[in-house]
């Protein structure tokens, strides 16, 4: 098997073709999902426990979905109600629970880092839902997932990322595969939402959206990520929209055949106009909250088999 990880903490160590062995069966997770019988078993026996301590509706849903699907014990700890409010570290909180034997911990956390360190310590394979403005790997997978069906591949695409670049996990982790997979990234955004080094990373950035998304074949927008802004990084939300957010006029310079995508949750007015989002033809941000589900399910399978593997052996 192509797939090595014990962990899934971030895009960065994982190998192209580990990236399409999760997208491969992430494929066949579309069809069961699909069908009217949505079981499989690849899970069963399983416990998985999912701690968000960050608000999330689509990721921790997915995630839910994901391992019911597949015959795990899921269990959601409510983390905003438990011991962190009342001063717990987060590694006594994370050896509280690996007493309790899970074998899959999905993590997200506010601070960059967090859920690498909390894998250190535990026995259980840990998923990244999210660490601060660090990686996001099942959104970008799931992105991936996403952009190969609708454009029958993941190489020589050019993807223009947009929006607030500054404080998006979502962006890095598809900087990462994007890169991987040898396509081409433009990053477009004030300069005061794209980070000062972003030109090493080997992508283009771009200040201006006609430019930017000149024929583009993906444009992903991203929100203002404002709990992670610490100050005034634009003027207004009107003349943000008016300069940056993503309306007919803009989406014309892109390729007539551009696919429009956004992880989610949208501002409609301020990085994206409604209709566009709407739109049928050109929107697939439908179909990401479908592929979430599919990805989610493929990575733990994957990782499941190499826990089950890793204890035999
Ligand atoms: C993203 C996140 O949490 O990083 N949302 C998501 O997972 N669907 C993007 C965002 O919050 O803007």
């Known amino acids: 098997m192509t797939f090595r990880q014990r962990h899934l903490l971030g895009i960065e160590p994982l190998s192209p073709s580990e990236i399409t062995c999760v997208l491969d069966l992430a494929e066949s997770y579309v069809d069961l999902n699909r069908a009217v019988e949505k079981h499989g078993d690849a899970l069963a ?3 998985q426990v999912n701690m968000f301590f960050e608000a999330s509706t689509r990721t921790q849903a997915s995630f839910e979905i994901a391992g019911q699907r597949l015959g795990a014990d899921v269990m959601n700890m409510a983390m905003q109600a438990s011991s962190i409010k009342k001063g717990e570290t987060l590694i006594d909180t994370a050896l509280t629970l690996n007493a309790m034997h ?15 360190l909390l894998a250190q310590k535990v026995t259980a394979s840990v998923l990244n ?12 997978l799931l992105d991936a997932l996403t952009i190969r069906r609708a454009k029958g591949r993941l190489h020589r695409l050019t993807v223009a990322i947009c929006g607030d670049i500054a404080h998006s996990r979502v962006a890095r982790s598809n ?9 081409r990234i433009r990053l477009v955004g004030p300069p005061t939402l794209i980070p000062a080094g972003a030109a090493d990373w080997g992508v283009e950035v771009c200040h201006d959206m006609a430019a930017g998304l000149a024929d583009a074949d993906v444009v992903m927008m991203l929100r ?9 990084f634009i003027p207004s939300e009107r003349e943000y929209y008016h300069r940056y ?4 006029e803009k989406l014309g310079h892109a390729k007539d055949d551009a696919i429009v995508m956004h992880p989610g949750p ?12 709407d739109d049928i033809n050109r929107s697939v941000i439908q179909e990401q909250v479908e592929m979430g589900v599919a990805v989610r399910m493929a990575a733990m399978d994957l990782l499941a088999r190499n826990l089950r593997a890793a204890r035999a052996a």
């Open 245 to 248: 957010g993503l309306d007919a």
């Open 175 to 183: 900087i990462w595969l994007l890169g991987k997979m040898e396509s």
């Open 266 to 277: 949208m501002n409609r007015g301020v990085e994206i106009d409604g209709t566009i989002a």
């Open 45 to 47: 026996g399983l416990t």
């Open 224 to 232: 203002l990520q404002r709990e992670r802004m610490d100050g005034g």
């Open 129 to 140: 839902a999210g660490d601060g403005r660090h990686e996001h790997p099942t959104q970008a």
């Open 102 to 116: 899970p074998d899959l911990l999905v993590v997200r956390h506010p601070h960059s880092g967090a859920v690498d």
